[in-house]
T-cell receptor, first 113, second 116 residues
């Protein structure tokens, strides 16, 4: 069964304290791994797509990496505005002809001044 | 990125009534739209996949007669929660892709449904 597990469930950081979020996955035929940011009461906001092991992508203070079993979202020198829930999702092969996303439960990040 | 608009953002309805939620792709034609449900501090759970002009494909355990999905045009999909009950209260989110095989999905802002 395809599965996505994110850790930690919640993370509290001081402003400037770098850290990493983990997304472990078990899927049959990974087509893509996605990172989204979700603010309270809002829909997910797209951050990155990774397609193959070894791939890395960066955007401002965020950097996403991918291996065959997991992905990391590294946050360098975070600011309070980076506080949000970060969701990881995978697209695994075809299911009924459509690319469904399987989401992890997310990591709730709180960055304090 | 492409814009997906969801309306309303919040709705409160009485138990037994029906509620319709709209999902529109504003600057692209979305062949495929997805409807998710999210409980507090939980992951997004896919409810159904709708393809323009055809019947929606529902995930296991989702009641087709309870959650009616219509995708009548390339820019609009609707989710109707029929005979709503308090347990249907949740955060509903739609997403859209250009085709069912696109790897990037664009999400709406979500709709907070409260059934009283």
């Amino acid at each position: 069964e395809d599965q996505v597990t994110q850790s930690p469930e919640a993370l509290r950081l001081q402003e400037g304290e770098s850290s990493s979020l983990n997304c472990s996955y078990t899927v049959s035929g990974l087509r893509g791994l996605f990172w989204y940011r979700q603010d309270p009461g809002k829909g997910p906001e797209f951050l990155f797509t990774l397609y193959s092991a070894g791939e890395e992508k960066e955007k401002e203070r965020l950097k996403a990496t991918l291996t065959k079993k997991e992905s990391f979202l590294h946050i360098t020198a975070p600011k309070p505005e980076d506080s949000a829930t970060y969701l990881c999702a995978v697209q695994a092969g075809f299911s009924g002809g459509y690319n469904k996303l399987i989401f992890g439960a997310g990591t709730r990040l709180a960055v304090h001044p | 990125g492409a814009v997906v608009s969801q309306h309303p953002s919040r709705v409160i309805c009485k138990s037994g009534t029906s509620v319709k939620i709209e999902c529109r792709s504003l600057d692209f034609q979305a062949t495929t739209m997805f409807w998710y449900r999210q409980f507090p501090k939980k992951s997004l759970m896919l409810m159904a996949t709708s393809n323009e002009g055809s019947k929606a494909t529902y995930e296991q355990g989702v009641e087709k007669d309870k959650f009616l999905i219509n995708h009548a045009s390339l820019t609009l999909s609707t989710l109707t929660v029929t005979s709503a009950h308090p347990e249907d209260s949740s955060f509903y989110i739609c997403s859209a892709t250009l085709t069912g095989w696109d790897t990037e999905a664009f999400f709406g802002q979500g709709t907070r449904l409260t059934v009283v």
